[in-house]
């Protein structure tokens, strides 16, 4: 397995897509995750959220 694109602390951006319709804020990588499919996921949270989400590595981009 590779090694993850992005690192905790990290300011990405969320691609919107009909199964990610979240809010086009900047988003800080909390931790990245293993996926089972070879890739990675990460828990995400944004400043005005009070929750994370877990999205996979290729719906993020570095800001």
Known sequence: MSAPNF????KVSLSPSKMHPAPQNPYTIMAAMPD???GYQY????????FERVID???LAAE
Do not use: F, M
């Open 7 to 10: 690192t905790t602390g990290q």
């Open 36 to 38: 089972n499919r070879g």
């Open 57 to 59: 590595e290729r719906h």
């Open 43 to 50: 828990r995400i949270k944004a400043d005005l959220e009070k």
